[in-house]
């Protein structure tokens, strides 16, 4: 029995102390590898939300307080209108209610905030809904119909292949097309491609979430689904992108002077069979589709003082009544933007305090 | 007077306990699910929330506890370095586990994110938005997370080194166990 008034027992042997404080050493090691081991330390060959970014900035270069992707943008306000037709196929309440506000991002798909607008054939647009009950919903849609790959670990092999190479600056001619060859998923994304011009206006392109999700109704039911918006602006035929870098938030500033732009937001419903877990590959063939609302966007602020700029559109922030499917290119989109978003808020103060200007 | 207690309350060991599984997985948890991109990250982060607040409930049970119970004395041989790093180590463990949930909430708060222990059950936001505060509370919450897995570490050695070298009871008091 322990006697606290009691001298301690009496001394250890030298082996026995050895063996027990070696025993000591090794419970507190092996705790401590385990952890080393868990946040990657010695698991250097995992793919972790920060070799996403770093590939990012390696690429566009570092600008200091701006998102590492999709970096030159342009915020709008406005709401959303409920139709109610989505609401047997979920409970959320942006389903349901009239009006929802929301907080909207056109971008370029690029890490360069001065990338000309003409550079890509490819525009994005992420929305948050403010839903009345405090929840939110968040999303990321880009004009492509599917992402290139399915999958993070072909993603960045696709980031290296367009690294540059440091004797040159410039990515190697040949890594790109050689990605392409060895990644026979990129097939119905290079198809779509060839097609697509940069547009003129972010008001006049479709936006598409590529990733699935669920709807999840009252009574628990899954309805896999993949959504976009429809504009109802269209450009006149044979219109082109004007001359210059920076045409696309003047285009989307005069535009709503004169009046609201509206996007119809459909909800395409999976039919048996479709991929949910594959943004690489398209649904083919007929679906249903819903007219869940319309989006109407009423104004818009520059990026630098715009109430967008804060906000991580991050594709897992989902209300009650929407769920993440398991592409996992989700997981590696909100993990990827989190370490982003991290790195651009501890750097806001280098952000210019002007309105962004085009720079040579 | 009565005699000094020999071990802590036995409410006091079950949270004692129940806290040391709990933290322990946190800190894993935490650890492993920023850095991964797979669905890990998401599943992870699932279980990180709702853990987060109720070590945060139960701490301040425990703090309760701890102040309305007598707690079994050091020995008294104990040099008074190991008294003093005791103490320090014990209120560091207790400052952690209340100030890491409550960085963990006013984070997510201040990066304007609903706070979200389920797909519906939301907590109020802590603070306001403010994306320059959401830099510092995350790095804050990052730091003093690796200060709690080394607190942990030193507390986990001196328990043993109470247990297998010195054998003074002192890690008796908490296993409730007699040798």
Redesign the interface.
Same mark, same amino acid.
């Given at each position: 029995m322990v006697d606290h008034s009691s001298p301690p027992r009496p001394p250890l042997s030298t082996a026995s102390l050895i063996v027990r404080l070696a025993s000591i050493g090794v419970v507190v090691a092996v705790a401590a590898g385990a952890f080393a081991y868990v946040n990657g330390t010695l698991d250097p060959q995992r793919l972790r939300p920060k070799t996403l970014v770093n590939a990012l900035e390696t690429n566009n270069g570092l600008h200091p307080g701006y998102r590492r992707n999709h970096a030159k943008g342009v915020c709008v306000t406005g709401y959303f209108e409920s139709s109610n037709e989505a609401r047997q196929y979920s409970s959320a309440q942006v389903f349901s209610e009239a009006r929802t506000p929301i907080i909207g991002r056109f971008a370029l798909p690029s890490g360069n905030p001065y990338a000309p607008d003409s550079s890509v054939p490819l525009r994005s647009f992420a929305l948050q809904f403010s839903l009345a009950n405090g929840q939110q919903w968040r999303t990321g849609m880009n004009s492509m119909p599917v992402f290139p790959v399915g999958t993070p670990e072909a993603f960045f092999q696709m980031l290296k292949a367009g690294a540059p190479d440091p004797a040159t600056g410039k990515p190697n001619p040949a890594s790109m097309p050689a990605f392409f060859a060895s990644h026979p998923e990129t097939a119905s994304f290079l198809a779509w491609v060839k097609t697509a011009k940069p547009s003129a206006s972010y008001a006049t392109e479709t936006y598409n979430s590529i990733n699935a999700f669920y709807l999840v109704n009252a009574s628990g039911q899954r309805q896999a689904v993949r959504w976009g918006v429809v504009p109802q602006s269209q450009d006149a035929p044979g219109a082109t992108a004007p001359e210059g870098s920076d045409f696309l938030e003047k285009d989307l500033t005069q535009r709503l002077v004169t009046g609201p732009l509206r996007w119809q937001l459909n909800v395409t419903l999976a039919n048996p069979g479709d991929p949910v877990d594959d943004a690489s590959k398209a649904w083919a063939g007929e679906h249903k589709v819903l007219n869940a609302g319309t989006l109407v966007l009423e104004s818009s602020q520059p990026q630098l003082d715009g109430d967008c700029r804060d906000i991580n559109f991050d594709p897992l922030i989902l209300p009650s009544g929407i769920e993440a499917s398991n592409d996992p290119l989700l997981a590696a989109r909100s993990a990827a933007y989190a370490s982003s978003y991290l790195r651009r808020t501890s750097e806001v103060s280098q952000l210019p305090s002007a309105p962004q200007e085009s720079k040579p | 007077m009565n005699a +000094?207690p *020999?071990y802590f309350a036995p409410l006091a060991r079950r949270l004692h306990w129940l806290m040391a599984l709990m933290v322990i997985a946190m800190?894993?948890i935490g650890?492993?699910m @920023?850095?991964? @991109? &797979?669905? *890990?990250?998401?599943w992870l982060i699932h279980l990180h929330k709702p853990l987060g607040i109720a070590i945060l409930a139960l701490v301040i049970v425990r703090l309760v506890v701890r102040f309305s119970t007598r707690q /079994? /004395?050091l /020995?008294?041989?104990l040099p008074l370095w190991q008294v003093l790093a005791a103490k320090a180590s014990h209120w560091v463990l207790y400052g952690l586990m209340l100030v890491l949930p409550l960085l963990g909430w006013a984070m997510i708060s201040a990066?304007?994110?609903?706070v979200?222990l389920s &797909? &519906?059950l +939301?907590l109020p936001a802590l603070v306001p938005?403010?994306?320059?505060l959401?830099?510092v509370l995350? $790095?804050a919450h990052g730091l003093l997370a690796y200060l709690l897995?080394l607190t942990v570490?030193l507390h986990?050695?001196a328990a043993?080194?109470h247990g297998?070298?010195? *054998?003074?009871?002192v890690l008796?008091s908490m296993t409730g166990t $007699?040798?």
């Open positions: - | +000094q *020999r800190l894993f650890a492993g @920023v850095a991964s @991109v &797979s669905e *890990r990250h998401e /079994p /004395p /020995p008294a041989d990066a304007g994110d609903p979200m &797909s &519906s +939301q938005a403010n994306a320059q959401f830099a995350r $790095k897995f570490l986990l050695a043993l080194f297998l070298i010195r *054998r003074d009871g008796q $007699k040798d």
